[in-house]
C-alpha cells in the first residue's frame, strides 16, 4: 500500500467511507501525495496527452480566439485573462504568441493562473518566461476591476464529481470504503435527495457541485465585469445517468481505487448542466459544439498549411497527424466541445454560429 493509501485507509477508519468527491480531491491534490501536487503527468512518457500537447496549433487559435471575443467587446482596458488549471503553461505561451503575432503589439492582457499543484506553478513558470503572472489557488482572489476572459481546457474534468445508484427506494450515494486492505465502493444506507431524473435499478448517475459552483462564479463575474469564457473538455452524451468516472495512467485505463494518486482521475462533463447553470446566473450559453468543429471554424486547416510550408517532410507528417488527432471523429475531434459564456448583449462567437442542418 502506497503512503496515500495508508493515510486516505486512516482517515476512513475515523470518520466512515468518504464520497467519491472527497476520495478525488484527495487523490488528486493532497499536499504530499496528490497525483497533481506531485508530478507532471503530460506528455509522451507521462500519464496523458492533452490538445495544447498535441500541437501549438490549438493554442494559438485559442489565442486568436479570445482576442477576437475581446475586441467585439471594444478592446476594453484592464482585461485580465484567466487560465484554470493550466497544467505546463503550454496553451498559454501558444496563444500569448499567437496574439502578439498577430497585433505585433505586447499581449493587452493581465495573466491570472488558477493552479492548485505547487509542481505544476513551477512548469507553468518555466514555460511563460519573464512575464508577470499572478497565481492564485481558486477564483475567489481574481481581480474585480476588470473583465475576465477565461480558457479552461480539461479543467471541469480534473473537478471532482458525486455519484449515485438507482435503488428501489431511490436515489443513493456511492461511497468508498476500506475493507479486507482493500479500497471499494458502497452504497450510502440513507436515500439521497440528489436532483437526478428517474432510473432503473442499478444504474449510476453523476453531479458534480463543485463544477456547478465553479461555473456559476465565472458567469457571475462575466455578468458583472464582462469578459467571456472558452470551456473544452471530454463530454458523454448519456449524462447525467452514465458512470464516466476514470483513471488513467500511462496512457491506460486503470483501476479507479487501487494506487490512490499515483493515476490521473477525471470524469466526463456534463455541458448541457453548465449551459443551464451560466443562464441562471445571468450569462449566455453558446454551444456546445464539438472542437472538431470549433477548430475547423477557426482555421486549423490554413494554419496547419502555413506551418507545413516551413516543414521537413518529417515535421509535416507530425502535423498532420496532430490536425487529425484534434480535429477527427476517431481523435478527439467529437468527444471533446466547447461551451462559450459570454454577456447577453454581446455577439455569437467565432465557431459557436449554429449550424444549418
Ligand atoms: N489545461 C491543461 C492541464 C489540464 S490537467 C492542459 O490542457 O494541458 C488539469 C489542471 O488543473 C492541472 O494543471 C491541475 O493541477 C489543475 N487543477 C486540478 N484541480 C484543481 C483545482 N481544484 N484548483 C486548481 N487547479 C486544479
Known amino acids: 500500500m502506497n503512503a496515500l493509501a495508508e493515510k486516505l485507509a486512516a482517515r476512513i477508519d475515523r470518520d466512515g467511507p468518504l464520497s467519491i468527491e472527497d476520495f478525488m480531491t484527495i487523490c488528486l491534490l493532497d499536499r504530499d501525495h496528490g497525483y497533481y501536487t506531485t508530478r507532471d503527468p503530460f506528455g509522451a512518457p507521462g500519464d496523458f496527452i492533452t490538445a495544447p500537447e498535441v500541437s501549438q496549433m490549438f493554442g494559438e487559435l485559442i489565442g486568436l480566439w479570445l482576442w477576437s471575443v475581446w475586441q467585439a467587446a471594444g478592446a476594453p482596458e484592464n482585461t485580465h485573462l484567466v487560465e484554470l488549471g493550466p497544467g505546463r503553461g503550454t496553451l498559454m505561451a501558444d496563444a500569448l504568441r499567437a496574439i502578439e503575432g498577430a497585433t505585433r503589439q505586447a499581449s493587452p492582457f493581465c495573466l491570472h493562473l488558477v493552479e492548485a499543484s505547487p509542481t505544476l506553478r513551477r512548469q507553468q513558470r518555466q514555460t511563460l518566461g519573464q512575464r508577470t503572472i499572478t497565481w492564485h489557488d481558486d477564483l475567489e482572489t481574481l481581480p474585480v476591476d476588470g473583465p475576465l476572459l477565461f480558457v479552461a481546457n480539461e479543467f471541469f474534468d480534473a473537478l471532482p464529481l458525486r455519484q449515485y445508484v438507482a435503488t428501489p427506494q431511490g436515489w443513493r450515494e456511492r461511497l468508498i470504503t476500506f475493507r479486507d486492505k482493500r479500497f471499494e465502493a458502497m452504497l450510502s444506507p440513507d436515500p439521497s435527495t440528489v436532483a437526478l431524473p428517474q432510473a432503473p435499478t442499478g444504474r449510476v448517475g453523476e453531479v458534480s457541485p463543485v463544477r456547478q459552483s465553479v461555473l456559476a462564479t465565472m458567469a457571475q463575474r462575466i455578468a458583472g465585469q464582462g469578459g467571456a469564457a472558452l470551456i473544452i473538455d471530454f463530454t458523454d452524451r448519456a449524462l447525467p445517468l452514465v458512470d464516466t468516472f476514470q483513471a488513467v495512467r500511462s496512457h491506460q485505463f486503470a483501476d479507479r481505487f487501487e494506487n490512490p494518486g499515483e493515476a490521473d482521475l477525471a470524469s466526463a462533463v456534463d455541458f448541457p448542466a453548465l449551459a443551464r447553470t451560466a443562464g441562471e ?29 516551413n516543414a521537413s517532410s518529417e515535421q509535416a507528417e507530425a502535423l498532420d497527424a496532430a490536425f487529425n488527432r484534434l480535429v477527427s471523429p476517431e481523435g478527439m475531434g467529437e468527444d471533446f466541445v466547447a461551451l462559450a459564456l459570454l454577456p447577453n448583449d454581446q455577439p455569437i ?8 442542418s
Open 349 to 356: 462567437p467565432a465557431g459557436f454560429e449554429v449550424r444549418a
Open 281 to 309: 446566473n445571468g450569462v449566455a450559453a453558446h454551444g456546445p459544439v464539438s472542437q472538431g468543429h470549433l477548430l475547423a471554424a477557426l482555421g486549423i486547416e490554413a494554419r496547419c498549411a502555413t506551418l507545413k510550408q
